[in-house]
Nanobody
Framework: QVQLVESGGGVVQAGGSLRLSCAASGRTFSSYAMGWFRQALGKEREFVSV????????YYADSGKGRFTISRDNAKNTVYLQMNSLKPEDTAVYYC???????????????WGQGTQVTVSS
């Protein structure tokens, strides 16, 4: 089993930045595509970004394009989400997920982290 632990969330003012991290426990981290998702109160979980196993391909939801950057460091078994120019609408619990197959949606992912809260105040 792969365990994923998100960190880096917190409270920031609109326009600020946060870098989320997702640490994987498995030694097979480098074989997995990794994704970031978020779920706001009263809303369904939504796709934010995904990165292929080797980092060669990245995709972003329209909501984060130009503001968010996904990256990974396989040597550290960690995937990151750099979030800049944050908006109150970005407030949500952010989750990372892993799968042997890359999905540009919330479905199909094999492993999920517990989430980290991001709150953007205005």
């Amino acid at each position: 089993q792969v365990q994923l632990v998100e960190s880096g969330g917190g409270v920031v003012q609109a326009g600020g930045s946060l870098r989320l991290s997702c640490a994987a426990s498995g030694r097979t981290f480098s074989s997995y595509a990794m994704g970031w998702f978020r779920q706001a109160l009263g809303k369904e979980r939504e796709f934010v970004s995904v990165i292929s196993w080797n980092g060669g391909s990245t995709y972003y939801a329209d909501s984060g394009k130009g503001r968010f950057t996904i990256s990974r460091d396989n040597a550290k078994n960690t995937v990151y989400l750099q979030m800049n120019s944050l908006k109150p609408e970005d407030t949500a619990v952010y989750y990372c997920a892993a799968s042997s197959i890359l999905y540009k949606s919330t479905v199909g992912w094999d492993y999920w982290g517990q989430g980290t809260q991001v709150t953007v105040s205005s």
